[in-house]
């Protein structure tokens, strides 16, 4: 068969269906037991996550955009702080920190890395500055230990907006368990899926308190400002049944990791570097094109109806969008790491029928 054949045939999506058995059986459960953010189903949700991660609490939310927001409500800030950043994840973690009134500080990556360059992060922290948040993209671990103990040093919280990043490791723990606060997303696009929702996770019983009375109006007593940002109950009944699956997932996709890489051996490209003591957790392979612009590759990829996740966020720094210029900063690593990518998916229900078409797509990539 000819490539042109194959690839009339053939689009491989992000994400493929599933729902199990046991996804059916909480729905049914929790329709009986309890709907609202407030009902046993979440306590066991959360529950499964802080047990899963080693982390003490665990607060269920309405979405990704929510467990930003309410992590920055376990954070100290008057109007106007602000919050460092790299301008190299999506606008959906800076909308948070604008909507609170703060603003984003835009702070370079080190090369070829999601992580803050040490260097400029210095640079970046000011009188002002009352949080950092990191956000490692499709899974690929950062030194996030290092940052910590930078803003330890400084006193200013660090926040990782782990919504690729779900079972990233570093230095054989939870890159989770690296920061002061931790949030993540459950869209269906992500590493589990609730459909819409996400959690926020914290070893601090303070800020835990403040997060959870965020989220449910200050508790109504008046005293604290709050919102109603809880995850409902038939949500929770999913992501309770899927949590369950999550190490099966890791390591179906890893194993997809492992056979595409196998079959990968075309120069114009190269994995992202995985950072020295970190595990990816196979939510995206991220290549990195070699001396030529890489949305060549995105294109190239595009065309052959393999989705890429640059199509989607685009591939220039967050501070060129049109709400975000007037806090420009410039960030030529970033600039330059964003140029380069492009993700391919690994998720656990390609067949390696698929993977084999990724790997001859790729390998017969050859840029002008
Ligand atoms: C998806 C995503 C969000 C937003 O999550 P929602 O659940 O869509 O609100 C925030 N930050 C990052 C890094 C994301 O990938």
């Not at 075309?266 to 949305?295: C, I, M, T, W």
């Not at 989607?312 to 060129?320: A, E, G, H, S, V």
Request: glycine content about 8%.
């Amino acid at each position: 068969m000819s490539l042109r054949t194959i690839t009339q045939l053939r689009t491989i999506t992000q994400k493929g269906p599933m729902h199990s058995i046991d996804d059916l059986h909480e729905l049914e459960r929790a329709l009986h037991s309890g709907l609202t953010g407030t009902s046993q189903v979440v306590d066991e949700y959360e529950a499964a996550l802080s047990g899963l991660y080693g982390i003490k609490h665990v607060i269920a939310v309405s979405s990704g955009a929510a467990s930003v927001t309410a992590a920055l409500a376990g954070v100290d800030f008057q109007p106007g702080d602000e919050v460092i950043v790299a301008p190299t994840g999506p606008i959906c973690t800076v909308l948070p920190i604008l909507s609170l009134g703060l603003v984003p500080v835009f702070c370079d990556v080190a090369p070829d890395s999601f992580g803050l360059d040490p260097q400029d992060l210095q640079r970046c922290i000011g009188p002002r500055t009352c949080a950092v948040i990191e956000v490692p993209m499709w899974g690929y671990p950062i030194r996030s230990n290092e940052t910590l103990a930078t803003m330890r040093q400084a006193g200013i919280p660090l926040i990782q907006d782990l919504a690729h990043a779900h079972m990233t490791r570093l230095n054989g723990t939870w890159l989770a368990q690296h920061g002061d606060i931790s949030c993540f997303s459950t869209h269906d696009c992500k590493f589990i899926s609730t459909g819409e929702g996400g959690f926020v996770m914290t070893d601090d019983d303070d800020r835990a308190r403040r997060i959870r009375a965020y989220t449910r109006f200050g508790n109504l007593t008046g005293e604290s400002l709050g919102i109603n940002l809880k995850l409902g109950g038939l949500q929770a009944a999913l992501g309770l049944a899927r949590s369950r699956q999550l190490y099966s997932h890791l390591e179906r996709r890893m194993r997809n990791r492992d056979l595409l890489l196998s079959m990968l051996d075309n120069p114009a490209f190269r994995e992202l570097p995985v950072v020295k003591g970190g595990a990816v957790n196979a939510y995206s392979l991220l290549l990195q094109s070699v001396g030529h612009d890489g949305r060549q590759l995105v294109h190239y990829q595009q065309r052959h109806g393999i989705e890429s996740d640059i199509g989607k966020y685009d591939n220039q720094p967050l501070y060129q969008l049109p709400l975000l210029t007037r806090y420009q900063r410039d960030c030529p690593n970033a600039a330059r790491l964003l140029r380069s990518l492009t993700t391919v998916p690994l998720h656990q229900n390609l067949l390696d029928d698929d993977l084999h078409y990724i790997a001859k797509v790729l390998n017969d990539y050859s840029p002008d």
